[in-house]
């Protein structure tokens, strides 16, 4: 029922050069009924957006300021990501939770900003190691998913996409078992169905990110609420993100 969605963090990679040649090879080895997103860097939307023009390829960026513009050095705006075509913008990464001071309050803004320009956002939520060491993941992620979607109705929701990616997890080479991983974001879901009802949370998709590749996507999706994966550095490589959508 809810369509797979596997999405490449490219992160702060690929000059506009190299961006266009990994996007050609991928927009090759698309796979029907499964949507598929480049979050590329600011420099490269503009070029990447035109070479998947015609294509089932979807482009996303990594972040994005609230406001429509304003004095903010240094940001992008909705209106601009908008102006490009973007379709999806990742929010609250943990890796500008964590070197960019981005609160919950920060990605509320966001997420809101996104979903009033019709760019949807990918929100991300997570643990640390020492979080869940103290067995406190549980009650942390619920209150980021929480605040994340504060004054966010149901008709908007809908087109959110939520990334369950625990910290530990990113970048480490360490994959939570697709049991942990099930388990957090069945939680996830039970948190949406008593905010909103049954129904929405059967329609929101949640992603699992960290150190997902093409030897454990597999298993990764083969669990009942995982509908799709947000990924980092295997997302780097053509042949291995192809054989990642092609799970
Ligand atoms: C990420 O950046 O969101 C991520 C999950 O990275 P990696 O796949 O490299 O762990």
Redesign the pocket.
């Known amino acids: 029922m809810r369509t797979p969605i596997i999405a490449g963090?490219w992160?702060m990679n690929k000059t506009i050069e190299e961006a266009i040649d990994l996007v050609k090879e991928i927009k090759s080895g698309l796979k029907k009924d499964v949507e598929t997103v480049v979050c590329v860097p600011f420099t490269t939307l503009s070029q990447v957006k035109k070479e998947i023009e015609g294509t089932e390829l979807k482009i996303g960026a990594q972040n994005m300021h609230w406001e429509e513009s304003g004095a903010f050095t240094g940001e992008i705006s909705p209106l601009m990501l908008k102006e490009i075509g973007v379709d999806y913008v990742i929010i609250g990464?943990s890796e500008r939770r964590q070197y960019f001071g981005e609160t919950d309050e920060i990605v509320n803004k966001k997420t809101k900003a996104a979903l009033k320009h019709n760019i949807n956002p990918i929100v991300c939520v997570g643990e640390t190691l020492a979080q869940r060491e103290k067995n406190i993941h549980k009650e942390l992620v619920e209150s980021q998913i929480l605040k994340a979607l504060d004054h966010i109705d149901d008709e908007e929701v809908i087109k959110i996409v939520i990334a369950y990616?625990p910290i530990w997890?990113?970048?480490t080479g360490k994959t939570a078992t697709s049991e942990e991983a099930n388990d957090m974001i069945s939680f996830i879901r039970n948190i949406l169905r008593d905010k909103y009802s049954q129904d929405i949370s059967e329609k929101v998709r949640i992603q699992y990110?960290?150190?997902?590749k093409s030897s454990n996507i597999a298993e990764i999706m083969s669990q009942s609420d995982i509908d799709g994966a947000?990924?980092?550095?295997?997302s780097l490589k053509s042949d291995e993100f192809i054989k990642l959508i092609r799970f």
């Open positions: 963090n992160k990464h990616e997890a990113i970048g990110g960290g150190s997902v947000l990924v980092g550095g295997a």
